[in-house]
């Protein structure tokens, strides 16, 4: 099955700075990759996901880039705010029919975003 | 609020209890999920329907776990005989299939139940 690897654990940054979390991930025909902000005691939240048609994706402060040759996949933050201190996790999916389409999850990346 | 929503919040129960859990999708969503999430990990998938069908569940869902979504509306998950090692947070999404236009199969999540064994 699908494994998803996300580099940093924690990540401490201040204020204005970026942040730039990794992924990996080990099944060739996955082709959705959301990224999920999850602030604590709170449900995750989806903040931006990139299909594999694209190599980049941006939403203000936020921007996803994926290279599917090499099967990986980045979630960049620029201009953090303290607001944006939360776990971060990505995921994998292989869409859109059948039984493909469960999302594989990395193990976060708790971001701590300083004055 | 228009998203999803999971009942109850929080349970605490001694082990050997059953307890069930339910979940409301967004209302037009068509697929439903439900994931576990355990301290500083990410969610697990466990389980997920289309409409009322059942299309896969995990290795994970044991025979003391049992999901239905009868009318495809929301769904409840039960464990029979819980243990120790399912406290966890249970989590649900939902989600519209169709990826026309590089639209749908975006995953909305509810706020959880918290399930804690003693």
């Known amino acids: 099955g699908e494994n998803v690897e996300q580099h940093p654990s924690t990540l401490s940054v201040q204020e204005g700075d970026s942040a730039v979390i990794k992924c990996t991930y080990s099944?060739?025909?996955?082709?959705?990759f959301p990224w999920y902000k999850q602030e604590l005691g709170k449900r995750p939240q989806l903040i931006i996901d990139?299909?594999?048609?694209?190599g980049e994706k941006k939403d203000q402060r936020i921007a996803v880039t994926l290279n599917k040759t090499a099967k990986h996949f980045s979630l960049h933050i620029t201009e953090t705010q303290p607001e944006d201190s939360a776990v971060y996790f990505c995921?994998?999916?292989?869409?859109?029919?059948?039984?493909?389409?469960?999302?594989?999850f990395g193990t976060g990346t708790r971001l701590q975003v300083t004055l | 609020d228009t998203g999803v929503s999971q009942d109850p919040r929080h349970k605490i129960t001694k082990r050997g209890q059953n307890v069930t859990f339910r979940c409301d999708p967004i209302?037009?969503?068509?697929?439903l999920y439900w994931y576990r999430q355990t301290l500083g990990q990410g969610p697990e998938f466990l389980t997920y329907?289309?409409?009322?069908?059942?299309?896969?569940k995990s290795r994970l869902l044991s025979d003391r776990f049992s999901a239905e979504r009868p009318k495809g509306s929301f769904s409840t998950l039960e464990i029979q005989r819980t243990e120790q090692g399912d406290s966890a947070m249970y989590l649900c999404?939902?989600?519209?299939?169709?990826?026309?236009?590089?639209?749908?199969?975006?995953?909305?999540f509810g706020p959880g139940t918290r399930l804690t064994v003693t």
């Open positions: 329907f289309q409409n009322e069908a059942q299309l896969e």
């Open positions: 990139i299909r594999s048609n694209v």
């Open positions: 099944d060739s025909a996955s082709n959705y």
């Open positions: 999404a939902s989600s519209l299939t169709g990826w026309a236009s590089g639209t749908g199969g975006e995953q909305y």
């Open positions: 209302s037009e969503h068509n697929r």
């Open positions: 995921a994998a999916a292989k869409g859109p029919t059948g039984t493909a389409s469960k999302l594989t």
